[in-house]
C-alpha cells in the first residue's frame, strides 16, 4: 500500500435520508469524492449553537401556569364555585407567558 498523507480514518454513521441528502450536496458542487466533500465541509463548515435557555424558563413558566389551572379546577370541583379573580390571575399569568414566549420567538427568528 502507497504512503498515505492521511494516516487517521474517521467513521461517521448516516441514515439512508443523510446518505441520500449528503449525495445530493455533492452533486450541487459538482463531486463525487465523498472524502474530499467530507473533509471541506468538516474543516470549513460552521457550528450553529443556540441558547434555548430562555426556552427552558419560558417552559417552567407554563408548567407554573398549567399548576396553576389544575389547583383551580380542583378547588372548582370541590366547591362548585370559581373565584373571578383566579380567572383573572390565570389571564394575567397566561397573557404574561405569551407576551415573553412571542417576544423570544421574534428574536430567535431574527438571530
Not at 441528502?21 to 470549513?44: C, H, P, V, W
Not at 380567572?87 to 394575567?92: E, Y
Given at each position: 500500500?502507497?504512503?498515505?498523507?492521511?494516516?487517521?480514518?474517521?467513521?461517521?454513521?448516516?441514515?439512508?435520508?443523510?446518505?441520500?441528502?449528503?449525495?445530493?450536496?455533492?452533486?450541487?458542487?459538482?463531486?463525487?469524492?465523498?472524502?474530499?466533500?467530507?473533509?471541506?465541509?468538516?474543516?470549513?463548515?460552521?457550528?450553529?449553537?443556540?441558547?434555548?435557555?430562555?426556552?427552558?424558563?419560558?417552559?417552567?413558566?407554563?408548567?407554573?401556569?398549567?399548576?396553576?389551572?389544575?389547583?383551580?379546577?380542583?378547588?372548582?370541583?370541590?366547591?362548585?364555585?370559581?373565584y373571578?379573580?383566579?380567572?383573572?390571575?390565570?389571564?394575567?399569568?397566561?397573557?404574561?407567558?405569551?407576551?415573553?414566549?412571542?417576544?423570544?420567538?421574534v428574536?430567535?427568528i431574527?438571530?
Amino acid at each position: 500500500m502507497a504512503n498515505l498523507e492521511r494516516e487517521i480514518r474517521l467513521t461517521v454513521r448516516v441514515s439512508e435520508e443523510e446518505e441520500k441528502m449528503i449525495r445530493e450536496k455533492m452533486l450541487q458542487i459538482g463531486t463525487t469524492n465523498f472524502s474530499a466533500y467530507a473533509r471541506k465541509m468538516l474543516i470549513d463548515g460552521y457550528v450553529i449553537k443556540r441558547d434555548f435557555s430562555e426556552l427552558k424558563s419560558l417552559t417552567k413558566e407554563l408548567a407554573n401556569l398549567a399548576r396553576n389551572i389544575n389547583q383551580i379546577a380542583l378547588r372548582v370541583n370541590e366547591t362548585r364555585n370559581i373565584y373571578a379573580e383566579d380567572v383573572k390571575d390565570l389571564q394575567n399569568d397566561y397573557a404574561n407567558v405569551k407576551r415573553a414566549v412571542s417576544e423570544r420567538l421574534v428574536k430567535m427568528i431574527k438571530e
